[in-house]
């Protein structure tokens, strides 16, 4: 089992970058395959970004594809996503998900077992 907690959300203009963070608790964290989700208001909640337990394969939504980067550090037990180009498009409460069965870039909530609490991204045109 793992507690999760993202950090980095906050306001910014538009064509601007950010990171999240979303640090994990537990010895057994490499083992979890991660996603990055969102929740726009008024929408439901979408993926943004997977990654593998290891870190070799990423996955990307077709629409920040180009501009978010995910990554991990096992050893921090870290997951990060790197933001650049923001679009006010891209506003709402980031999320990370963990799981350790999950097929790594699974796109469905319901597959991941563990959450974090949300951070809030807004974007400023």
């Known amino acids: 089992q793992v507690q999760l907690g993202e950090s980095g959300g906050a306001l910014v203009q538009a064509g601007g970058s950010l990171r999240l963070s979303c640090a994990a608790s537990g010895r057994t964290f490499g083992s979890y395959t991660v996603g990055w989700f969102r929740r726009a208001p008024g929408k439901e909640r979408e993926f943004v970004a997977g990654?593998?337990?290891?870190?070799?394969?990423?996955y990307y939504a077709d629409s920040v594809k180009g501009r978010f980067t995910i990554s991990r550090d096992n050893v921090k037990n870290t997951v990060y996503l790197q933001m650049n180009s923001l679009k006010p498009e891209d506003t709402a409460v980031y999320y990370c998900?963990?799981?350790?069965?999950?097929?790594?870039?699974?796109?469905?909530?319901?597959?991941?077992?563990?959450w974090g609490q949300g951070t809030q991204v807004t974007v400023s045109s």
């Open positions: 990654i593998s337990w290891g870190g070799g394969r990423t």
């Open positions: 998900a963990a799981d350790r069965t999950v097929v790594a870039g699974t796109s469905a909530p319901y597959a991941y077992a563990y």
